[in-house]
């Protein structure tokens, strides 16, 4: 018996917050009952959420990963009451499960998501316990100080709490184009934005360069995807103490052993 979060979030049904959030709403139900926070299933259940049947495959789910360069103009939300255009509109279709966005970035940013098929892989990249660190390229539009520095490194406090940079550095350029670097390792609502302009400082372009190890390829043309090898994904899951549940997974650091050496070969021909 498992927890009815984790098994749908392995079933991509959703992240754990998003699955919570469902079930404190009753909007899951087993067997036609409202479920609660923590009930197990055996396996066999009938189990809905907003009364659309959960279709479970006779085999778990190997979990994907893939980094999507998101351009400006769409929204991170699966659906928009606006009508905008969303990122999970582009994203590759899927015969089982569904993607999960790790993290949002807002309409006017750019850069890397993160989506997964693993509801337990996304809540673990996205909870703040785990530290995980976002880093950005930033366009500012003001004077920047040594003081204004040492206060985003320091801490501001905004509308939901205290927030600062971990790191700023200088990126170069003049005048409206000058850049700069920061990391931090929340993802609070317009973070990066809020606590600019709480110095002063006007934000004229945001690009996210990186997530945790994961950075944003070069040649990643805007709109596009890039799938993580199985094995970047075993280790990603090891990484986080998680359990991989796909198959085997010393099958797959196996097969991508052979894998990289069947690349070494060819590229000494």
Do not use: C
Request: proline fraction near 4%; aromatic fraction near 6%; hydrophobic fraction near 35%.
């Amino acid at each position: 018996m498992d927890r009815i979060q984790k098994v749908l979030a392995n079933q991509g049904a959703g992240s754990r917050r998003q699955i919570d959030k469902l079930l404190q709403e009753g909007r899951i139900k087993v067997n036609d009952k409202v479920a609660k926070p923590g009930d197990q299933l055996q396996g066999g259940e009938k189990v809905s959420i907003d009364d659309k049947l959960v279709k479970f495959p006779r085999h778990i789910i190997k979990p994907k990963v893939l980094m999507y360069h998101k351009p400006v103009g769409l929204v991170s939300t699966r659906s928009d009451p606006e009508g905008r255009p969303t990122v999970y509109g582009q994203l590759p279709k899927l015969q089982q499960g569904r993607w999960i966005g790790v993290g949002r970035l807002d309409i006017n940013t750019s850069g890397l998501l993160l989506f997964t098929t693993n509801g337990e892989l996304a809540n673990r990249l996205m909870h703040p316990s785990f530290e995980i660190e976002r880093e950005y390229a930033v366009r500012v539009r003001g004077e920047v100080t040594d003081e204004k520095v040492a206060n985003l490194t320091a801490g501001i406090e905004l509308s939901d709490g205290v927030a600062k940079f971990d790191l700023i550095t200088d990126g170069g350029g003049q005048g409206t184009n000058h850049w700069y670097h920061v990391t931090l390792r929340e993802g609070k609502n317009r973070e990066v934005r809020r606590l600019w302009e709480a110095v002063d400082v006007e934000v004229s372009r945001l690009v996210r360069v990186r997530y945790q190890d994961f950075t944003l390829p070069k040649w990643l043309k805007p709109g596009k995807v890039r799938f993580l090898d199985d094995d970047v994904v075993v280790r990603l899951f090891e990484s986080l103490q998680l359990e991989y549940p796909g198959e085997n997974k010393n099958k797959v650091l196996k097969a991508a052993k052979s894998r990289d050496v069947s690349r070494r070969q060819k590229r000494r021909k």
